[in-house]
């Protein structure tokens, strides 16, 4: 199968994929299969040395997934937003300016943020169904997804996810 287009992704959401097991197994491991991921430095540095990190080492090791360094530009970015935004999001920001990819960004500030400097990000679960309309990533695996991560979310954005799944 012919691996699709490359996102770069927040903390938050690599930590999605991370965390919860399809079949006892990180859900990267199965959207690797449809899909390039990318991460900002300070987004490896901010995920840590825990459970994120034994995860992605290897996946770094055998060129899964790609490490890009943060851009020292725009410094505005840091000078106004660096109180109220990680460095993780702010490093994706640039980056997704930078290299012109799709940043994947749940956090509500810095999804906001990141539309100011015309970068249009998209959240985590509208990125599973990017994923099954795009990529053919199973709808069956997407929905599995959505639902376990469900809590992460306003339970609000839940009934019209899964309508969209089923289209």
């Not at 990533?137 to 309508?163: C, D, G, Y």
Request: hydrophobic residues 45%.
């Amino acid at each position: 199968m012919a691996v699709a287009s490359n996102y770069l992704l927040d903390t938050g959401p690599l930590s999605i994929l991370c965390s919860f097991p399809l079949n006892a197994s990180p859900y990267i491991y199965a959207i690797l299969q449809y899909t390039k991921i990318t991460l900002a430095d300070s987004v490896i540095i901010e995920a840590g040395r825990g459970k994120i990190w034994r995860i992605v080492s290897p996946l770094f090791k055998t060129g899964e997934i790609e490490s890009t360094t943060t851009p020292k530009e725009p410094e505005i970015l840091d000078l106004s937003y660096g109180n109220d935004l990680g460095l993780g999001e702010r490093s994706t920001i640039k980056s997704a300016m930078q290299m012109g990819l799709t940043a994947i960004i749940d956090d509500r500030d810095a999804f906001v943020v990141a539309n100011r400097f015309a970068v249009h990000p998209i959240g985590f679960q509208d990125w599973m169904v990017m994923l099954s309309r795009e990529v053919n990533l199973p709808t069956k695996m997407a929905i599995e997804i959505v639902r376990s991560s469900a809590n992460q979310f306003p339970k609000m954005f839940l009934a019209h996810i899964l309508k969209l799944l089923s289209e």
